[in-house]
């Protein structure tokens, strides 16, 4: 079992950057496939980025392509996200997530993940 907290939301101006951090208690983090959704108000939770067990590899929603990056430190049991050239529309609560099905790889499902974060809001003004 997992437990995530994530931290470093807020509010940015259109074309900052934040960066969200989301830490994993346990021994086993490394066992995990990490991910980031978000939500915003009236919206269904939508994927944002994943990454593999070793990070070695990475996925992306379209919207979020070339300005999202996802990283992860196993020694640290952290997982985070550079979010650069921020738009309104990033407006959302963003969620930590965690999953550890045989593929090894993201799914853009929520409904695969084992473990969520309780979020941390990311506001964007224009």
């Known amino acids: 079992q997992v437990q995530l907290v994530e931290s470093g939301g807020g509010l940015v101006q259109t074309g900052g950057s934040l960066r969200l951090s989301c830490a994993a208690s346990?021994?086993?983090?490394?066992?995990?496939?990490m991910a980031w959704f978000r939500q915003a108000p009236g919206k269904e939770r939508e994927f944002v980025a994943g990454?593999?067990?070793?990070?070695?590899?990475?996925l992306y929603a379209d919207s979020v392509k070339g300005r999202f990056t996802i990283s992860r430190d196993n020694a640290k049991n952290l997982v985070y996200l550079q979010m650069n050239s921020l738009k309104p529309q990033d407006t959302a609560v963003y969620y930590c997530?965690?999953?550890?099905?045989?593929?090894?790889?993201?799914?853009?499902?929520?409904?695969?993940?084992?473990?969520w974060g309780q979020g941390t809001q990311v506001t964007v003004s224009s």
């Open positions: 997530a965690a999953e550890r099905r045989v593929s090894g790889f993201p799914s853009y499902s929520s409904t695969v993940y084992d473990y």
């Open positions: 346990g021994r086993t983090f490394s066992n995990y496939v």
């Open positions: 990454i593999t067990r070793s990070g070695g590899s990475t």
